[in-house]
């Protein structure tokens, strides 16, 4: 059984997300503040949809984020919907990674030594158990 991690599917919505919880917004105040509709700002957060450019912009000044930095993870996002895994391919990085890579830099040192050895673990078990059949 699979663990379900609950982040947003893209990058975008994750930082939108987080920087609302920063700051002590709701879905409801972003989209007062930006005179949008609480669906559309609703989508963005949870990931449902990329931002346009002039979107960004308006999402940058309501919640002071760095427009250039919210503009590259905004193209990150629409390039694996456009591509896939083919970019992480290329990049020789595996696909299945990658919310493990998202959430990398929220682990402290301890809790990221923790899960390699958890990993490593479960490796030596599995190979073990494959030489068995």
């Known amino acids: 059984m699979a663990l379900e991690i609950n982040l947003p599917p893209n990058q975008t919505g994750e930082k939108v997300t987080a920087r609302m919880q920063e700051l002590k917004l709701s879905i409801s105040d972003v989209a007062e503040k930006m005179g949008i509709s609480y669906e559309h700002v609703r989508k963005i957060a949870k990931g449902e949809t990329v931002p346009s450019k002039l979107m960004i912009q308006a999402l940058s000044e309501a919640l002071k984020i ?65 030489k068995k059949h």
């Open 66 to 130: 760095d427009r250039r930095q919210l503009e590259r993870l905004a193209t990150a996002d629409q390039i694996r919907i456009k591509f896939g895994t083919i970019p992480f391919e290329l990049a020789k990085k595996n696909p299945e990674l990658e919310p493990l890579e998202r959430i990398w830099k929220d682990l402290s040192q301890e809790h990221k030594d923790d899960l390699i050895a958890q990993a490593q673990a479960w490796a030596k078990r599995d190979r073990d158990a494959g």
